[in-house]
């Protein structure tokens, strides 16, 4: 391999590591204590809808437009679906018009991300801080003041009007 092809490698691997990388408002460094619940497959399914289940403890993805939260815009605040823990308040959602409530930030502490690589290029995933359950993806394409879109499936939350 000439020289130059191996340092243009390097730099457009740096520079998919650094982008792969963005750091989000509440990525899993900060430190607020949550209790964890643990459950077993068997109880998750006994207390979740299948399609709750397929998302939540499968990282499955609801079809676009087929929850009703993606038009609620009363105020309030929207639960995680497997254990009650809020994850946004009403204030911070927005229509993003993807299809899917979209929120541009989740109660600190509240959600912890990691990188999922299964569309091929990393994209951040985040779940529920207690329960652990699968709730979207954030992605760097929101309103300010965050500039991110906390893009969720509407069957693993609950909304609970103020």
């Not at 541009?104 to 994209?123: A, Y």
């Not at 500039?147 to 693993?156: D, K, T």
């Amino acid at each position: 391999m000439k020289r130059r092809t191996f340092i243009q490698a390097v730099i457009a691997s740096t520079v998919l590591v650094s982008l792969s990388r963005t750091a989000f408002a509440n990525d899993e460094r900060k430190s607020i204590m949550i209790d964890k619940i643990v459950r077993s497959e068997k109880e998750w399914s006994d207390l979740l809808t299948p399609e709750q289940f397929d998302v939540l403890r499968n990282a499955g993805t609801e079809r676009a437009n087929s929850s009703v939260l993606n038009k609620e815009y009363d105020k309030g605040t929207y639960v995680c679906a497997g254990c009650a823990l809020p994850l946004f308040e009403s204030e911070t959602k927005f229509d993003s018009g993807t299809g899917w409530p979209s929120f541009f930030q989740p109660i600190e502490g509240h959600t912890e991300s990691k990188r999922d690589f299964k569309l091929i290029l990393p994209r951040t995933e985040y779940h529920c801080s207690r329960c652990g359950g699968h709730q979207g993806h954030v992605f760097n394409d929101g309103p300010q003041p965050t500039g991110q879109r906390w893009c969720n499936n509407g069957v693993a939350l609950k909304f609970i009007p103020a």
